[in-house]
């Protein structure tokens, strides 16, 4: 019997790139049988309270959609798909990956194996470097301090993993910080974790002022999830 998987998508304001990316899912099979189109059983679509066409270009793709009537967070969109969900395989992937979501089954066949419980993919190193590194540095640190694993593409949108791992997960962070909340929750209870590196492209923030605000805004989602992290492990030592 195959193994279900479930394929969620979190989208706020992406009508420029959702429909590309959707039609990328469309045709990509699971380690090449061209008989088993797609490699999904199921695309869920979430609309976090977008204000363009993302809502309307997602239902030509698929008829799985959840929509938030108001932006409630990444975190919160990505649960909602998770509730909804019915694969035994989950994974999320973002909106803006555009034809280069062809990749996405890659992260696949370690968990479909039993190699791995999450796998997360890691992206190549932009040509144009924007902002000064700082989130990663310290979505880095904070993992391997809290999780006690080393991972390179924590804030990293794309991974897959079995439905055991977000079963269990302490607490679905709300905003940006939600990819380091699960990469320490799933390293807490001892599930593995491999990376993959995917040629993935996505829409970097750029040097102007709305890039270094959208910065500023996912450093302190990431802080928060720290210091939460942090909290239910004081209060399990006790």
Same mark, same amino acid.
């Given at each position: *019997?195959?193994?279900?998987?479930?394929?969620?998508?979190?989208?706020? /304001?992406?009508?420029?790139?959702?429909?590309?990316?959707?039609?990328?899912? &469309?045709? &990509?099979?699971?380690?090449? %049988?061209?008989?088993?189109?797609?490699?999904?059983?199921?695309?869920?679509?979430? %609309?976090?309270?977008?204000?363009?066409?993302?809502?309307?270009?997602? +239902?030509?793709?698929?008829?799985?959609?959840?929509?938030?009537?108001?932006?409630?967070?990444?975190?919160?969109? *990505?649960?909602?798909?998770?509730?909804?969900?019915?694969?035994?395989?989950?994974?999320?992937?973002?909106?803006?990956?555009?034809?280069?979501?062809?990749?996405?089954?890659?992260?696949?066949?370690?968990?479909?194996?039993?190699?791995?419980? *999450?796998?997360?993919?890691?992206?190549?190193?932009?040509? /144009? +470097?924007?902002?000064?590194?700082?989130?990663?540095?310290?979505?880095?640190?904070?993992?391997?301090?809290?999780?006690?694993? /080393?991972?390179?593409?924590?804030?990293?949108? &794309?991974?897959?993993?079995? +439905?055991?791992?977000?079963?269990?997960?302490?607490?679905?962070?709300?905003?940006?910080?939600?990819?380091?909340?699960?990469?320490? %929750?799933?390293?807490? &209870?001892?599930?593995?974790?491999?990376?993959?590196?995917?040629?993935?492209?996505?829409?970097?923030?750029?040097? %102007?002022?709305?890039?270094?605000?959208?910065?500023?805004?996912?450093?302190?989602?990431?802080?928060?999830?720290?210091?939460?992290?942090?909290?239910?492990?004081?209060?399990?030592?006790?």
């Amino acid at each position: *019997m195959r193994t279900a998987v479930s394929v969620i998508i979190p989208a706020w /304001n992406e009508a420029e790139r959702i429909g590309e990316t959707l039609f990328a899912l &469309q045709a &990509q099979p699971l380690g090449g %049988d061209e008989k088993r189109l797609p490699f999904w059983d199921e695309l869920i679509v979430v %609309d976090d309270g977008s204000t363009d066409d993302t809502l309307r270009i997602a +239902r030509s793709f698929t008829d799985r959609l959840i929509r938030h009537p108001r932006n409630e967070g990444k975190g919160a969109a *990505m649960e909602s798909g998770f509730r909804l969900a019915k694969g035994d395989v989950i994974l999320f992937l973002d909106a803006d990956l555009g034809h280069s979501a062809t990749h996405a089954c890659k992260l696949l066949q370690p968990v479909l194996s039993d190699l791995a419980d *999450m796998t997360i993919a890691v992206f190549p190193k932009p040509v /144009n +470097r924007s902002g000064l590194g700082l989130v990663k540095r310290l979505a880095q640190i904070g993992v391997r301090r809290l999780g006690g694993c /080393n991972v390179r593409a924590s804030l990293s949108g &794309q991974r897959a993993m079995k +439905r055991e791992v977000l079963e269990r997960i302490v607490r679905f962070e709300r905003g940006f910080g939600v990819e380091v909340g699960l990469t320490i %929750d799933a390293a807490r &209870q001892g599930f593995r974790i491999i990376e993959i590196e995917l040629p993935f492209v996505h829409r970097y923030t750029g040097n %102007d002022l709305a890039g270094w605000l959208h910065r500023g805004k996912q450093l302190c989602s990431v802080a928060g999830a720290f210091w939460r992290k942090r909290r239910v492990s004081f209060f399990q030592r006790r």
